[in-house]
């Protein structure tokens, strides 16, 4: 992350269509939710408008990020007046895993349609992938 030799370097003229594609998506989701571009540290226990979440659907406690077993994540963004909100979910395993919601209906946006399903609440997540919600209209 962040190297400027080749680990990071890409060559764009040469770059396969879809994934050009699927950059120029995040980089569109980005820009219209600012939520993302977090400009300050969010610990452990979040903020007045982040809220880690447990996969089970809980609030993550301080314990839970001392256990070596416990790598799916998600984090809960609200804008401060309430009106905005984006669930960001992280599954760092090779398989996919079900992860319990926060109260609200969520929908999953765009560019990550094709690594993740909401169904009864439940976020159905690929491995090895991560995804955005955003509140269900």
Do not use: K
């Not at 990550?112 to 995804?131: K, N, P, T, W, Y």
């Amino acid at each position: 992350y962040c190297q400027d030799n080749d680990v990071s370097w890409y060559d764009w003229a040469h770059v396969d269509e879809a994934f050009l594609e699927q950059v120029r998506a995040l980089i569109a989701f980005r820009r219209e939710h600012p939520l993302v571009s977090q400009r300050r540290f969010l610990g452990w226990a979040g903020s007045a408008g982040a809220t880690w979440w447990h996969a089970s659907g809980r609030p993550m406690q301080e314990t839970d990020w001392h256990n070596p077993h416990e790598r799916i994540l998600g984090l809960e963004l609200r804008a401060a007046d309430g009106a905005d909100g984006l669930f960001l979910a992280v599954n760092p395993l090779d398989h996919p895993v079900v992860f319990a919601l926060p109260q609200g209906a969520w929908d999953v946006a765009a560019p990550f349609i094709d690594l993740a399903r909401v169904e009864d609440g439940l976020l159905h997540l690929d491995g090895l992938s991560v995804a955005a919600l955003v509140p269900a209209d």
